[in-house]
């Protein structure tokens, strides 16, 4: 497609099970960022790629969060033993490498942890 | 480390006025960019405008313009003739131009909402 594909939509999980959020950048964009947005907390930077490495993963908040990306492309973010305070829209963008041009985002994923 | 603060929560504009949402930022870096997004009901983030750190024009794109004022920090965005579909929320943003990405620092947001 030509934007940012972030798939599911919405998940809905139970505390401490975990959960795959997947995005698919748009073709070409070298450089991944992965976001969250809750009520409490605002946008929050979470990880970053460039191709398949993660140069800054300064925004993880837990070593329950993890993600990779591979062949230069498809993003997953793992979160393992989800908590409550997991529950928000997490977001992808994609951009050009480097330099200060615009991040494309994707509609999100809402995970809401019951 | 760089902030941004959007003062007004939520503001009401007249269709087919001016409206201004305010942005302040602090920062230690001389080399920046400071970005608007939009974002819908439908929650995708929407690029609206760009303006580095050394650009000396104001930037403006269509119906948006950034009035880019550096001495006092402030990065406001002015919506020229509101339409209906100009209600979302609007978020200010600054990175650090730097080599390693371009991780984006969002203020808290304003709600707009375009009354016919």
């Known amino acids: 497609g030509a934007g940012v594909s972030q798939s599911p939509s919405n998940k809905v999980t139970e505390k401490g099970k975990d959960v795959e959020l997947r995005c698919d950048p748009i073709?070409?964009?070298?450089?991944l960022y992965w976001y969250r947005q809750s009520l409490g907390q605002g946008l929050e930077f979470l990880i970053y790629f460039q191709g398949n490495s993660a140069p800054d993963k300064s925004g993880l908040p837990s070593d329950r969060f993890s993600a990779e990306r591979t062949g230069g492309s498809v993003s997953t973010l793992t979160i393992q033993r989800t908590q409550q305070e997991d529950s928000a829209v997490y977001l992808c963008?994609?951009?050009?490498?480097?330099?200060?041009?615009?991040?494309?985002f994707g509609q999100g994923t809402r995970l809401t942890v019951v | 480390a760089q902030k941004i603060t959007q003062t007004q929560p939520g503001m009401f504009v007249q269709e087919k006025e001016a409206v201004t949402l305010d942005c302040t930022y602090d920062t230690s870096d001389q080399s920046y960019g400071l970005f608007w997004y939009k974002q819908p009901s439908s929650g995708e983030m929407i690029f609206l405008i760009y303006?580095?750190?050394?650009?000396?024009q104001n930037a403006t794109e269509g119906r948006y313009s950034l009035n880019f004022q550096k001495a006092r920090k402030s990065a406001n965005l002015v919506i020229s003739a509101s339409q209906l579909g100009d209600s979302a929320m609007y978020f200010c943003a600054m990175s650090r131009i730097q080599a390693a990405g371009n991780k984006l620092t969002f203020g808290g947001g304003t709600r707009v909402l375009v009354k016919p």
């Open positions: 073709s070409g964009h070298t450089a």
């Open positions: 303006q580095g750190s050394y650009d000396e």
């Open positions: 963008a994609s951009s050009w490498q480097g330099g200060n041009t615009e991040a494309f």
